[in-house]
């Protein structure tokens, strides 16, 4: 009969778990285009895994319009539209402002000292179609996106409060919310 150490029978199961096993939890999005006069059209899916270096967001998207898109998580879990200020409907209004945890109150971008929510851009290109991966390097527990809306804006983001306010991105162009 053959015996093995508690080390050895560790070791052993370890090397025989197959990465799918050891992938970690992984959260994810389908993205819809957001808009007050049409009904929302599924446009991909956005997978969050944790990384060595902070939060991997994996995009795979289209039909969206060419150029860079700000993109950010916000306080809200919902995709629906919601008044603003004056109260005109908002697209995807419903998810809230920039997700800012630690409350700072500024626009920084994802290596800045700012939102949580502030992710670098995605680049659409002529096609409509975005596809790759980004880090949010201060993201680090996957469990606070838990719930979340996602959104890409119209426009790129300048990281910067100026010009204009959270970047200029404008329009929330798509949603989704993520478990």
């Known amino acids: 009969m053959l015996r093995i150490g508690l080390t050895g029978a560790i070791a052993a199961l370890l090397a025989s778990a197959s990465p799918a096993h050891c992938a970690g939890p992984e959260l994810s999005a389908t993205m819809t285009l957001t808009s ?6 599924p446009v991909g899916k956005i997978t969050v895994k944790a990384g060595p270096d902070g939060a991997v967001f994996r995009f795979n998207l289209r ?3 060419t150029g860079p898109h700000g993109f950010h ?10 008044p603003n200020a004056k ?6 209004g419903a998810a809230g402002p ?15 000292h700012g939102h949580m929510a502030d992710l670098p851009r995605i680049e659409a290109r002529e096609d409509g179609r975005a ?3 980004l880090r949010a390097p201060r ?19 300048t990281y910067s409060d100026t010009p204009e306010p959270l970047g200029g991105g404008g329009a929330r162009i798509a949603c989704g919310v993520l478990n």
Do not use: Y
């Open 139 to 157: 993201i680090t527990d996957l469990n606070a996106l838990k719930g979340h809306a996602v959104i890409i804006h119209a426009g790129g983001d």
């Open 131 to 133: 596809k790759g991966e």
């Open 73 to 82: 998580v916000h306080e809200g879990g919902s995709c629906a539209d919601a």
């Open 36 to 41: 007050a006069v049409q009904i929302a059209k």
């Open 98 to 112: 920039h997700w800012d945890p630690q409350k700072s109150g500024k626009h920084e971008g994802p290596e800045g």
């Open 63 to 65: 039909d969206l319009p």
């Open 87 to 92: 109260g005109e409907m908002t697209p995807a």
